[in-house]
């Protein structure tokens, strides 16, 4: 018998139809992975079983948990529990950890208060940690720990099935495979069944022995593991899979000048040290990938380098002179940045036009208004999209979109060097793939040089020439790509190559 | 969307007004004295008194004046026969001490109360961006200062600072009681300005106008203001309801607006010694107009705020 | 604690130096000589003579200033220009009467308009949550004056519910004077409360959290009153608090139309009678309690809220 079984599940918000008809089960003990990208309905479909979707939402279709139709709100907590994605805004900030582990036990379970501390200290040490950070508040534990923190609410009152909604996406890559492994381990021991939802198909292998496929409200595909990603039937199933990053860059032939050469680079922000002595270069038409956890600096270092924020240390020489010696507008023409935030990057209340014309407007590029628009569409060409663009407006477009114009808006000045601040990282496979490759053809045609940041280590794989990893601000490694993921020498990258494997 | 109909016919009354399309003759007394409204009036039992009333003029103590009859007869004589017109016995919405229309002096009223509320609140929020994108967008030695001269002004609360001001200043009219509230209104707006100034200087796409060389000024003003807008116009919404009330306050304790115009406050600094007779038409009424004047600012800010707010777009 | 509580008086000291620059700015020079100010007020022109003296209007402003520091510090604002009571003296009588009907108020209005946050947040969206707020719109645009005159004239002139006005010397017969002030407040507040503290409920209500207490299955109710109370509590009660000097200084319209014989008073007859020292020493004192307000409630938040480190 499944513990779930989902038959023509339909939800509506108002005319717009997020689930539409889609059928699953789950069995006893096992464990079905629902995988999409944004949009695909994964979630809503997950909120519908435990009854928590907003008002105006009208259900439709059948669910059954252990053979019967349920009512969502007598099973949620005790029978059916739920893993969220971002543990620090899941977990209520006034409310000691303990606290908060134990009302589960004393609402469900008729605990009295001392009954249920003794067994939240239990729970607690079997989700790996340490017994006395019971009286703890959310904010004084780490990401990683928070997340265990949700699990043992979870597993508290021995529900038959967990689902777990993108758990480990907020999460670093390291600590990532420790709560996987860990959930893995909770199920065995307790015969948990689980739905486990994520957009990362890389880690449907590790975790279920089902996969359901979604996009815009159907199941694409469903069916084991093992044969959806050796011989997917469904088109889209088949592009998600092609769409991961893979293989690694053609090594470069021969050598080219150097153009942007960092020594000794640091910043510091009052007592934090983001930075601690960065030394790198950068030759024309190679890139360089960064690859760090959050927190690691990665990010600042981007900025240094880019002088949207001053070193406190450390000299950056461009084609052999000071840095600081140029005029800055001199400099910033050849150096220009990509941001993460597709949605943060571009002027809310600028049109496309206005966006792409200023770069060229304060650089006196082009003879007036109508020839740096005719500049502007070119741009817009350039990167996949239309002229008429330029007369929109940022929240006309996809994240995939504005990313694009915000290529366009760097290119603008013609620079010599680009820097990607995880450009790539805040969108769907399926996007990203097709941006990398517009990355790769734009360095190509103009031999533009690189710094390529991520904490996606496949995605660098790909991309970059040379890689350098950095943690809590120094570079603790770099080599060529080849070089380093082969025979990775220090410590750090070896643990964050296997927690990607 | 009524909030708005009824704003702009504020906004209407308030033109015409000053245009002197109405209420031009507020302050001739047309009418006995404390006429009642027409409507009132009839349906009192009270009627046999009406022509009583005409002729007698109540003093402050609900007295008539004993020798009313025989003054009225010597000024008719005087001004060649001519006299004072005929007083209304009644009016529309009734008449104060004086015998003045109190309906001419409401939409009188409404244009200066209005005036100085709006004129007001544009002083302020002119004020309050402009330092709230300074002490943000610079932080440092500038955003000390001006959290210095901020920690001074709220350190004192509003009315007492108003007040103060007003007893130092004196009675100076209109133009004096716009420059009171407007410089000591700006707290407000500085403090959400300045608080979005430091959340969105630190945003991708104002990093981004720096990498392509935009300067600072324009940075500030061509790119984070337009953002900061919303902000911005909620808070003038809610000022002009905050200084009409204020201008109330002030024309009632004699600080705001002279006796050579009315305003709403000055029509209820009349209304104690009024109540007291039982004459209840003139606080209704500037009461009223007040009321609805603020509601539909009110109801207009809650619509403005959430047609405006980023989170829904 | 010790060095945090010390580290904000210090921290405060600018403040309060500007607010004395202020206050001196104002009075002596934009005010400058009150002689003609007082002259229609006070007939005694040896008194004004030696007020203006007293004030020092024909010595250079830095020896105005000496005296005004002198004053402060020593607490000792002078007399009155239009009674001659020593002002400390006047503080020390008003204080009493003031706080008779402050404290009640403001513990009352406290009560009363969470517990109509609390049941409007929970049928938030329903047609009594949009009523109740229009109610508020409309209450909150009605002048408190009008107010005061209305509820003063019915509920005590011609009902003869409460007295008119008044006081009397001991606590038990202020009480009875202080009803009708304290209702008049209560009305004035209760609705820009309940749309603040509604805000605040309503915005917690939308965080992670609370659907991670429902998910939970965790009863609605338990949701509201425990999880989102305790984070809503959070500025609820620093509101609250700051609402303490405002209070002060707002009540003397209450005050002066009641016959209370309080701070907020003086103040209305002070401004009234430009009688600068009263008007100083108030906004002085004022502005330290107002500066002490908001290093309790910053601890206060402190104790509320975990995240915070006091520094």
């Known amino acids: ?501 | 969307m009524g909030s708005l109909a009824v704003v702009v016919l504020l906004l209407a009354v308030m033109v015409l007004s000053a245009a002197g399309v109405i209420a031009r003759n507020w302050s001739e007394e047309v009418g006995v004295s404390y006429a009642p409204p027409k409507w009132f009036a009839s349906t009192t039992q009270d009627t046999q008194t009406q022509e009583e009333q005409a002729v007698r003029k109540l003093d402050d103590y609900g007295i008539p004046d004993p020798i009313g009859p025989e003054l009225a007869e010597i000024n008719a004589r005087l001004t060649g026969g001519g006299g004072p017109q005929a007083r209304a016995s009644t009016l529309p919405l009734g008449g104060d001490k004086w015998g003045r229309d109190v309906l001419r002096k409401v939409l009188k009223g409404t244009e200066v109360s209005l005036f100085v509320g709006i004129t007001a609140a544009c002083l302020t929020a002119l004020l309050g961006t402009l330092f709230g994108a300074l002490a943000g967008y610079f932080g440092g030695w500038v955003d000390d200062a001006f959290n210095w001269i901020y920690s001074v002004f709220t350190s004192i609360p509003y009315l007492l600072l108003v007040l103060a001001i007003a007893a130092v200043l004196g009675h100076k009219g209109i133009a004096t009681v716009i420059l009171i509230l407007g410089f000591t209104g700006w707290t407000g707006i500085f403090r959400l300005v300045r608080a979005e100034y430091l959340k969105h200087k630190v945003r991708e796409y104002v990093l981004a106008a720096d990498a392509v060389g935009a300067s600072d000024m324009r940075r500030m003003f061509v790119h984070i203001l337009p953002n900061v807008s919303h902000v911005v116009l909620v808070q003038l919404s809610l000022h002009v309801v905050l200084f009409i009330k204020s201008e109330v306050i002030l024309s009632f304790l004699g600080f705001g607006v002279g006796v050579e115009t009315v305003s709403w406050g000055s029509m209820l600094a009349e209304a104690p010694s009024e109540l007291i007779l039982g004459m209840w038409w003139q606080i209704a009424a500037a009461t009223a107009a007040m009321a609805l004047a603020v509601t539909a600012f009110s109801l207009f800010t809650d619509a403005v705020r959430d047609a405006l707010d980023p989170r829904l777009q | 604690m010790n060095n945090y509580f010390l580290r904000r008086l210090w921290q405060a000291v600018p403040t309060l130096l500007g607010v004395l620059l202020f206050v001196f700015f104002l009075f002596n020079w934009v005010g400058g000589d009150p002689a003609y100010l007082l002259a229609g007020k006070i007939p005694n022109p040896e008194m004004i003579e030696a007020i203006r003296r007293s004030l020092g209007v024909d010595q250079p402003y830095w020896v105005q200033l000496w005296i005004f520091v002198k004053q402060v510090v020593t607490a000792d604002f002078g007399a009155s220009w239009s009674t001659n009571e020593r002002v400390s003296e006047i503080f020390a009588t008003r204080l009493g009467p003031s706080l008779t009907v402050l404290l009640p108020l403001l513990f009352i209005s406290t009560v009363l308009s969470l517990a109509a946050a609390m049941l409007v947040a929970y049928v938030r969206g329903s047609l009594t949550d949009r009523a109740v707020m229009v109610g508020c719109t409309v209450a909150q645009s009605v002048s408190i004056l009008v107010y005061i005159l209305v509820l003063q004239y019915v509920l005590a002139y011609q009902l003869g519910w409460f007295p008119v006005q008044g006081w009397g010397s001991t606590l038990g017969e202020n009480l009875g004077y202080a009803a009708l002030p304290v209702l008049v407040g209560l009305v004035v507040s209760l609705a820009p409360d309940i749309r603040l503290y509604r805000s605040f409920l309503l915005e917690e209500i939308g965080q992670d959290y609370v659907r991670t207490a429902r998910a939970k299955g965790l009863s609605e109710a338990r949701v509201l009153w425990l999880h989102v109370l305790r984070n809503a509590a959070i500025p609820i009660a620093t509101n609250v608090l700051i609402q303490l000097p405002g209070l002060l200084a707002g009540a003397f319209l209450i005050e002066r139309f009641f016959s209370i014989p309080g701070i907020g008073r003086e103040v209305i007859l002070a401004v009234e009678r430009s009688d600068f020292p009263i008007i100083k020493a108030v906004t002085v004192y004022v502005a330290m309690a107002t500066l002490l307000v908001n290093l309790l409630s910053d601890v206060l938040y402190k104790a509320l809220d975990p995240r915070v480190q006091l520094k």
Request: aromatic share 6%.
């Open chain 1, 1 to 501: 018998m499944s513990v779930l079984a989902v038959r023509d599940l339909e939800v509506k918000f108002g005319g717009f139809e997020a689930v539409k008809r889609i059928s699953f089960e789950i069995p006893e003990q096992g464990t079905l992975a629902l995988v999409g990208e944004s949009g695909s309905g994964k979630s809503i479909t997950a909120l519908s079983i435990v009854g928590l979707l907003p008002g105006n939402a009208t259900v439709g279709g059948e669910i059954s948990f252990l053979g019967r139709r349920i009512k969502p709100s007598e099973v949620r907590g005790a029978q059916i529990s739920m893993v969220f994605q971002e543990p620090m805004s899941s977990l209520n900030p006034v409310f000691s950890v303990g606290f908060q582990i134990g009302e589960v036990l004393r609402e469900h379970r008729g605990l009295s208060r001392r009954e249920a501390r003794a067994r939240t200290a239990d729970l607690l040490e079997e989700v790996g940690l340490a017994r006395e950070r019971i009286d703890a508040y959310p904010f004084q534990l780490s990401g990683g720990q928070q997340q265990r923190v949700m699990i043992a609410m979870a597993i508290a009152c021995e529900p038959k099935l967990l689902i777990a909604d993108e758990p480990t996406s907020a999460l670093d890559v390291t600590v990532q495979r420790q709560i996987l492994e860990l959930i893995a381990a909770l199920q065995a021991r307790r015969r948990m069944a689980m739905l486990f939802i994520t957009h990362d198909l890389g880690l449907v292998g590790r975790v279920a022995e089902r996969v359901a496929v979604m996009r815009a409200g159907e199941i694409r595909e469903q069916g084991p593991v093992a044969e959806v990603l050796a011989a997917p039937r469904d088109s889209y199933t088949r592009m998600l899979l092609d769409s991961r990053p893979r293989g690694i860059r053609e090594p470069a032939k021969g050598d080219t000048e150097v153009i942007v050469e960092a020594r000794g680079l640091a910043k510091r922000f009052d007592d934090f040290e983001a930075v601690k002595g960065a030394s790198f270069s950068l030759a024309r038409g190679r890139t360089l990938g960064l690859v760090g956890e959050s927190g690691s600096g990665k990010t600042t270092l981007g900025l240094l380098l880019a002088r949207l924020q001053r070193a406190s240390g450390g000299e950056l020489r461009f084609h052999g002179r000071d840095a600081a010696a140029l005029p800055p507008l001199e400099f910033k023409r050849r150096m220009q940045i990509v941001f993460q935030n597709p949605y943060a990057s571009l002027n809310p209340r600028f049109s496309v036009g206005a966006t792409l014309t200023e770069p060229l407007r304060i650089h006196a590029i082009g003879g007036g208004e109508a020839e740096r628009r005719e500049i502007a569409a070119g741009l817009l060409v350039k990167v996949g999209l239309t002229r008429e663009a330029l007369f929109k407006y940022p929240h006309e477009f996809s994240g995939g979109q504005r990313q694009r114009i915000a290529i366009a808006r760097a290119l603008a000045l013609g620079p010599e060097v680009l820097i990607c601040d995880e450009a790539v990282s805040a969108l769907d496979v399926s996007i990203q793939a097709q941006l990398l490759n517009l990355l790769r053809s734009l360095q190509d045609e103009y031999s533009m040089s690189y710094l390529f940041i991520s904490h996606d280590l496949a995605v660098v794989k790909a991309m970059a020439d040379e890689v350098m990893v950095m943690k809590d601000g120094e570079i603790v490694e770099q080599g060529t790509t080849a070089e380093l993921y082969a025979n990775p020498k220090h410590p750090y990258t070896r643990r964050l190559l296997s927690a990607a494997a």
